[in-house]
């Protein structure tokens, strides 16, 4: 396969700037009524607050296999955070676990667009409150067919956008109310978003530093995951709302399927799959490695080939308490390889000819 490999092509890491051709307006599970945040995380925290005092919440259940600075953000508001069983592997959640008392909310995740929608008729719904985190994929059937209380998204996560979340009811609950956006989160969206368009410049072969942009990048990130509730700014807003979204999630899932296709047999590795092809798309490609050890050997020649996958999520350091071994030991032997729109077809089978390559060099 032929791919320009060019000296600044690389594979993988944070979005740049993607020009596109705007359409009119995007449609979406959470229509006109979502409420707009600067982050994922800022949605999460708006709506435990908003929930901690109007409807007296005092516990969260969240899955065992799950992003431990999300999880510090929500100790943050005051909640206590319980596991339950659940993870990427899991076709069936351990709710059996879940010890529901008043004033409890449970969050469910599709994690990687790899699930439908989980069966919540284990429990009294009006005990138990639900949230679900569709940021994987949030225009799967599933989060457009949901009968949650609440659904967040972090946007960023699957779009061109420097920062932004949403947060939405299915089952028309009250929204907590939107913020400002901040002087610190204005400022380190717009770093973002120049650190976006500075490495656009760079993959076009212009005379831009990569650590310029890295630089720009980090800092801009740091800023959004932290610091008080905002509101998005108004160009995140824009740009959201321009994005062929239905023509880029039919390319991630079509690269996925070229990425599972090229990988298919190796007798070292495993790729997770949706649980049926009920409107699921994958948000990346989750390969499973049979050992840290050669996990990490193909991670390490991965990156010096310019080749950026992300591990989602480490979990060696939790920051609660009660995360079943296997759910570490599956975070420490996975790669996350992404397939989204940036790229084509050839470049999906040139990244798993280099994935080959190195699990065989591990194993000589």
Known sequence: ???????????????????????????????????????????FRALLLHSRAARDWRRLWVPSYFCQEVIASFLSTGIDVLVY??????????????????????LIVNFFGLQTMRSIGWTDRSIVEI????????????????????????????????????LWSPSDQPLPHTVPVSAERRYASLEKLTAMVLKSLYLEG???????????????????ASGEISGMPEWTENLVHSFPVKLWR????????????????????????????SGACP????????????RTYVHERLIASRIYPAILWPLDEPVIDGIHQ?????????????CDMRYSEHEMEYIAAQIRKFGEEYYR
């Open 1 to 43: 396969m032929e791919i320009n490999l060019s000296n600044s092509w690389e594979h993988g890491s944070e979005f740049h700037w993607l020009p596109h051709r705007s359409q009119t307006k995007m449609s979406a599970p959470w229509g006109g009524k979502g409420a707009l945040f600067g982050s994922g995380r800022d949605a």
């Open 85 to 106: 069983p659940d993870g990427p592997e899991d076709s069936i959640p351990g709710f059996e676990q879940v010890d529901a008392k008043p004033g409890d909310a449970l």
């Open 131 to 166: 949230i679900e985190d569709h940021t994987h994929d949030p225009w799967s059937d599933w989060a457009w067919t949901s009968n949650a209380d609440w659904c967040v998204a972090s946007l960023r996560k699957v779009l061109p956008v420097p920062d932004g979340g949403v």
């Open 206 to 224: 212009q005379l831009v530093e990569k650590e310029v942009f890295r630089r720009l990048a980090i800092s801009g990130e740091s800023c959004i």
């Open 250 to 277: 039919e390319r991630r899932c079509s690269n996925h399927q070229v990425l599972y296709e090229a990988l298919a047999g190796v007798p070292w590795l495993t790729l997770l799959l949706p649980e049926d092809n």
């Open 283 to 294: 948000f990346s490609g989750i390969l499973v490695f049979d050992s840290q050890e050669c």
């Open 326 to 338: 296997k759910y570490v030991d599956l975070s420490n032997r996975m790669l996350s390889i992404h």
